[in-house]
Antibody, heavy 118, light 107 residues
Framework: QVQLQESGPGLVKPSETLSLTCTVS????????WSWIRQPPGKGLEWIGY???????NYNPSLKSRVTISVDTSKNQFSLKLSSVTAADTAVYYC????????????WGQGTLVTVSS | DIQMTQSPSTLSASVGDRVTITCRAS??????LAWYQQKPGKAPKLLIY???SLESGVPSRFSGSGSGTEFTLTISSLQPDDFATYSC?????????FGQGTKVEIK
């Protein structure tokens, strides 16, 4: 069974860069698409962007200027960097694997709360 | 962006009730719609994809229907484990977007 686990700092200062890593176990990162999704406290879900194991990416235009998603197939990991963060970026961040041949999300990490505060 | 609007925002129901949640898209998304269930402090769980296809392992009391701009998620007989928040997601066009969620509460 595929498992995903997010890791990274839970507190980031305003204007700095948020960095998270998703480690995939129980399966290979190859042959799939992988996304980052976030959920501000008490609010709905927002898709941030995806990466294919080949390295191709697609980002939400609302975040595109600040987002970089990368993949390390040797470590079975993919990562998120979000620059110039503000309090509005405070959220639970999830990594997820796409359903085969689809663009919905069949496997999710447990999520990690990132708070932006000085 | 395609806006996804769910109704109602909150729904109070009893065990055994038939429950229907509606999701409307601001433009046609064909059948490219998914439904998720989320419990407090947990990640969403995929229930339905392509509007009406049941994800493996999901109980058959869950069903989805619709196409174009209007979609429904139906729980045929609400069980205690079903009290949760349900969200729809369109994946017809970028950026993929979610509804705001419908919370199903115990009546």
């Amino acid at each position: 069974q595929v498992q995903l686990q997010e890791s990274g700092p839970g507190l980031v200062k305003p204007s700095e860069t948020l960095s998270l890593t998703c480690t995939v176990s129980g399966g290979s990162i190859n042959s799939y698409y992988w996304s980052w999704i976030r959920q501000p406290p008490g609010k709905g879900l927002e898709w941030i962007g995806y990466i294919h194991y080949s390295g191709s990416t697609n980002y939400n235009p609302s975040l595109k200027s600040r987002v970089t998603i990368s993949v390390d197939t040797s470590k079975n990991q993919f990562s998120l960097k979000l620059s110039s963060v503000t309090a509005a970026d405070t959220a639970v961040y999830y990594c997820a694997r796409h359903v085969t041949s689809s663009s919905c999300f069949g496997y999710w990490g447990q999520g990690t709360l990132v708070t932006v505060s000085s | 962006d395609i806006q996804m609007t769910q109704s109602p925002s909150t729904l109070s129901a009893s065990v055994g009730d038939r429950v229907t949640i509606t999701c409307r898209a601001s433009q046609s998304i064909s059948s490219w719609l998914a439904w998720y269930q989320q419990k407090p402090g947990k990640a969403p769980k995929l229930l339905i994809y392509k509007a009406s296809s049941l994800e493996s392992g999901v109980p058959s009391r869950f069903s989805g229907s619709g196409s174009g701009t209007e979609f429904t998620l139906t729980i045929s007989s609400l069980q205690p484990d079903d009290f949760a928040t349900y969200s729809c997601q369109q994946y017809n066009s970028y950026p993929w977007t979610f509804g705001q969620g419908t919370k199903v509460e115990i009546k």
